[in-house]
């Protein structure tokens, strides 16, 4: 099975950009984590500071677009992994690894499917959210539905593909923390967030433009929106 | 064969046989779908046949197969491909049988902390004890829709968030087990103080819960807080019977006939805490300690209060809450005197979480009538029972409310008399 985990931070510990020195501190922990994840490690990437977001709403049909992710969280999305492992346990145990745990949060939401990202430099996370209850269900005629919409954007954008996958609606989600050493989980996504997330894509484009451009073909439940963020390319 | 055979059967069986088809088909709605219809098939089959020497193999045996089936028809369907996977060949018949090892998996599983609490009891209850989600809602007084919402969100959880159906490894029992033991006794709690719905349950569940604790501590001999929390529950459901009188009022401890507590369970219990000491400290040790005390006293008055009050200390270093210190002062009343006890409960009156409930008033009431000035004690017995949830505890206090003014009334009335 593969389970999508988000990581999230204070809004601050975003701001950083990749040249940083925070940044390299935060990477050579994130890279100490991955000592024992074994194969569980099957894609992610940290993310370019938010202020330098878009975020793409679904108004009446119509792609609104504004700058950084949606204001009123608490926390925002610092990186991404995608891990694979035979159940939520053994996935639970480099989850409980990773930094942001400690720190913010690591949401873990189990993936309904799964295409790998080949290469993704130059990309772009695509974080497709949708309001609290608007989820639905694999096999369902809504999914289908969706599903077709999703694959005719597969076609429109051909090669920008480079990788992405489906979420299983909210309630299958659990949120990790770890305090004093100790690991807390709770049931569902983060619980302030108004927007839950239900699929992601890793886009290739030049430059935000053609990003934004992309990703606003994207199809998305009405009220719905993108989180667009650009991935920093992994060390030449 | 009558329907409370049935009834029984199905208490005591379902739980082990869905937790072995559970383990063999790898799907909890799967395996819970044949268990229902295997006892179908017994409310057709055993009125002629007569009920089988081994009920729970029996409906084990036919669950499995109608689960197998299942799993058969759909993989030639050829839409469940993976699950075609999950097709084992069945095993002997020796090995349907027994199952202990599969019902503790099956509670690790309902158990699981990625669930949220009330998903654990609710599911543990359906599960591994068997009731049907209109009992577990008259259980926690909730709607039977909003039980079985409950219910079926937590098993689609455990399907698509991968769950693992096994008693997790070593390294993870230390943060697995307390969600499982405070289920258990969230179960055994509920049959024994619950004070609505029938009796047959609340028994039921107290008896529930002393069968989980036993499997725990057979499974995890080296956890002291499981022999701890069966000393426990061994120590309460000693006197379950005396707890309430013929007309189902509640009867305080220092009131009950101790003749009649069941003293084969006092002496297991007093086993199972010094087991549990040998394997150090912990909430339920330090709870079981002060239920011994007042479980091995020969009456009211010769309870070991030190004991008590020492063990509240204990408890509270475990995590300090306003229950704690209320009882606390409570058993200081009785080391010592009413006054120091009065003393502490007097510090807890601007607590938030007492406010709202009889017992803070209750407990003040009762220090007050000891300490010899029913007056006061009144208007506290008063407060309580305007704050009292539930019929018994109101008419307990309220007969204690006619004793102080009783007394009040006698002291006016000496005097001039």
């Given at each position: 099975m593969y389970y999508l985990a988000l990581l999230a931070g204070e809004k601050n510990a975003t701001e950083w950009g990749p040249d940083s020195p925070e940044f390299a501190v935060a990477m050579g922990r994130h890279q100490a984590s991955w000592d024992g994840a074994g194969s569980a490690l099957v894609g992610g990437g940290a993310l370019y500071p938010s202020a330098e977001a878009a975020t793409i709403r679904n108004e009446d049909g119509r792609a609104l677009i504004t700058d950084g992710p949606f204001a009123e969280t608490a926390e925002v999305i610092g990186g991404f992994y995608v891990l694979e492992g035979s159940d939520l346990d053994e996935v639970l145990e480099h989850a409980r690894r990773i930094p942001e745990a400690s720190e913010g949060s690591v949401e873990l939401w189990p993936m309904f499917e799964w295409m790998a990202v080949t290469d993704q430099k130059g990309c772009w996370l695509a974080l497709l959210r949708e309001p609290v209850g608007a989820a639905v269900s694999p096999g369902t005629p809504q999914w289908d539905e969706g599903m077709a919409e999703h694959e005719q954007f597969g076609r429109v954008a051909g090669s920008a593909v480079r990788g992405g996958g489906a979420l299983y609606p909210p309630d299958s989600a659990t949120t990790i923390r770890v305090r004093d050493g100790e690991l807390l989980l709770t049931d569902g996504p983060f619980a302030e967030t108004a927007e839950v997330a239900n699929g992601l894509y890793v886009l290739a484009a030049d430059d935000r433009e053609s990003a934004i451009a992309l990703a606003a073909k994207i199809p998305v439940s009405p009220k719905g929106c993108i989180e667009l963020r650009q991935i920093v390319a992994d060390a030449e | 064969m009558d329907g409370d055979t049935l009834s029984r059967v199905f208490r005591e069986e379902s739980g082990r046989a869905l937790a072995t088809v559970a383990r063999m088909v790898g799907d909890l709605s799967l395996a819970e779908d044949a268990v229902q219809e295997a006892f179908a098939e017994a409310i057709r089959s055993w009125p002629d046949s007569g009920v089988p020497n081994n009920p729970g193999a029996w409906i084990t045996t036919v669950a499995r197969n109608r689960a197998l089936d299942r799993l058969r028809r759909e993989s030639l369907r050829g839409d469940k491909e993976h699950d075609a996977a999950r097709l084992v060949p069945p095993p002997d018949e020796e090995e349907v049988w027994p199952v202990r090892d599969d019902q503790l998996r099956l509670m690790f599983t309902c158990c699981h902390p990625a669930l949220s609490s009330e998903s654990q009891v609710a599911l543990t209850l359906r599960l591994v004890a068997g009731l049907r989600p209109a009992e577990i809602a008259r259980l926690f007084l909730a709607p039977e829709p909003t039980v079985s919402q409950r219910l079926s969100r937590a098993k689609a959880k455990i399907r698509t968030a991968g769950i693992p159906f096994r008693v997790p490894p070593d390294h993870l029992l230390p943060e697995r087990t307390p969600q499982v033991l405070a289920c258990i006794y969230l179960v055994f709690t509920e049959g024994y103080?619950?004070?609505?719905?029938?009796?047959a349950i609340r028994d039921e569940l107290c008896e529930e819960a002393l069968r989980l604790g036993r499997l725990l501590c057979e499974l995890m001999p080296d956890e002291g807080e499981a022999w701890a929390l069966m000393a426990l529950m061994l120590f309460h459901d000693s006197r379950r019977a005396q707890r309430t009188d013929a007309a189902g009022d509640l009867v305080p401890l220092e009131c009950q006939d101790r003749r009649r507590w069941d003293r084969a369970k006092i002496e297991e219990g007093v086993v199972c805490l010094r087991a549990a000491r040998r394997r150090g400290g912990g909430p339920y040790s330090a709870q079981a300690t002060i239920a011994a005390a007042h479980a091995t006293a020969p009456n009211w008055e010769a309870t070991d209060w030190g004991t008590v009050v020492a063990g509240y200390d204990e408890l509270a270093a475990y995590g300090d809450s306003p229950a704690v210190r209320l009882n606390h002062a409570v058993a200081v009343s009785f080391r010592d005197s009413p006054d120091a006890g009065l003393a502490e409960v007097d510090a807890l009156a601007g607590e938030p979480r007492l406010a709202r409930t009889h017992t803070l008033h209750a407990t003040r009431a009762d220090l007050l009538r000891r300490a010899g000035r029913p007056a006061e004690a009144s208007v506290e017995y008063r407060a309580a029972i305007g704050l009292a949830a539930n019929e018994p505890t109101r008419r307990f206090l309220t007969r204690r409310l006619t004793e102080v003014d009783g007394e009040t009334a006698a002291r006016q009335i000496r005097p001039r008399g």
């Open positions: - | 103080s619950a004070t609505s719905g029938d009796t």
